[in-house]
């Protein structure tokens, strides 16, 4: 019997994933700054159910906002995503 709560970070996994598919598919609709937000956020979520650790989250997040040569982000910024997340 699949265990529910499983479940639920699994679908969250894909929904974090599929948006930020989304949201590079619209990317031009945004003012870069917003943009960078929003992506950036995005990845913490989205390795945030991965790892914990607020300097690997950083790394990747960091890692792909190069590839798509926006500015990194701190390790300040990711952490209060992260005590945002440990809230809900």
Known sequence: M???EGEKK????KTQLEFIEILE?????FKPKSYRFLLAESLVSYHYTFTKS???IKNYT???L??????A????FIRNIIEE????
């Open 2 to 4: 699949p265990n529910e």
């Open 25 to 29: 598919s619209i990317r031009h609709k």
């Open 66 to 71: 190069e590839e798509k040569n926006i500015n």
């Open 10 to 13: 699994i679908m969250n996994e």
């Open 73 to 76: 982000v701190s390790l300040g």
């Open 54 to 56: 607020a300097t690997e």
């Open 62 to 64: 960091n890692e792909i």
């Open 85 to 88: 997340k440990q809230e809900d």
